[in-house]
C-alpha cells in the first residue's frame, strides 16, 4: 500500500514526492531508496503487456549503465506483487533480460495519482475495476532529489531506452562543465559552452571553445 499525497506541482527544479509502497523485493520508502544516487523513475500501464515486456527487458540489459553513472532504477507499474513476480519470469524469457531493479506495485494508482502518471487521454486504458492504467511516465531525480526531466508517452509508444540514458549524460555533464548539449548530441561530441557563462569565463574554462555566434559556442570536453 503506497502512502502520501503530493503537495506542490510536478516541475522540474521542484523535489520528488515521497512515498512508501510495495515492490518485488520488498517494502520500499523512495528517498531511503534513492540515498545519495541519481534515479530514473518510470511508470508502466500494466503487467502482462506486450510493450512495457520489451520496455523492462530493454532497462534491465542497460541497468548495469545505469550504474556506473550512479543511477538507480525504479519502475511502476498497476498491479500486485503477485503478478510482478510472474511477469519478470515472462521478461527473462521473451527479451533475456534479468530484471533485479524494484517494480513498484500501484494496484490502488496511490502513486500513479501523486506523480501525476495517470491517462487522461486514452479512456479504453483502464483495468479490470475500471480504474484508469498509467502512461509512461519517467521522471529524472538528482542526489538532492530534485527533478531534473519529465517524460511522458502515450500506452501505446514504447520509450527509447538508449535516450533515456542518453538524457541521463547530458545532465550529469552540464552540472560538471557548465555546458549544454545540442541536438542530437551522444557522449564523446562537442557540446555548448552555457549561456550562464559570459566570455571571460568561457576564455578560462574552455580555452579552444569556437565561436560561431555569440551565442552559440562550441568545445571538447575531457575524455576521462
Not at 506495485?105 to 495519482?113: E, F, S
Not at 509512461?136 to 531525480?141: G, H, Q
Not at 547530458?170 to 548539449?181: F, I, M, N, P, R
Amino acid at each position: 500500500m503506497a502512502t502520501g499525497a503530493r503537495t506542490t506541482p510536478l516541475r522540474l527544479g521542484s523535489v520528488a514526492e515521497d512515498f512508501t509502497a510495495e515492490s518485488n523485493v520488498g517494502r520500499i520508502n523512495f528517498h531511503e531508496y534513492l540515498g545519495d544516487s541519481w534515479a530514473v523513475f518510470f511508470s508502466h500501464p500494466a503487467d502482462f503487456t506486450p510493450v512495457c515486456t520489451t520496455e523492462l527487458g530493454a532497462f534491465a540489459k542497460l541497468e548495469p549503465e545505469f550504474t556506473k553513472r550512479g543511477v538507480k532504477l525504479l519502475g511502476l507499474s498497476a498491479d500486485t506483487t503477485e503478478r510482478h513476480a510472474g511477469w519478470i519470469k515472462d521478461i527473462a524469457e521473451v527479451t533475456g533480460g534479468n530484471v533485479k531493479f524494484p517494480i513498484i506495485a500501484d494496484p490502488d494508482r496511490k502513486v500513479a495519482n501523486l506523480y501525476d502518471m495517470i491517462d487522461y487521454q486514452d479512456p479504453t486504458n483502464i483495468d479490470h475495476n475500471s480504474l484508469p492504467l498509467t502512461i509512461r511516465s519517467v521522471f529524472f531525480i538528482d542526489p538532492a532529489k530534485k527533478i531534473r526531466t519529465i517524460l511522458s508517452y502515450p500506452a501505446s509508444t514504447g520509450r527509447n531506452a538508449a535516450e533515456v540514458l542518453r538524457i541521463v549524460d547530458s545532465l550529469q555533464l552540464g552540472d560538471k562543465y557548465k555546458v549544454a548539449t545540442p541536438i542530437d548530441w551522444i557522449p564523446g561530441q562537442d557540446v555548448i559552452v552555457a549561456n550562464s557563462v559570459k566570455q571571460p569565463e568561457a576564455d578560462v574554462l574552455f580555452p579552444s571553445h569556437r565561436v560561431i555566434k555569440p551565442y552559440l559556442r562550441y568545445t571538447s570536453l575531457p575524455t576521462a
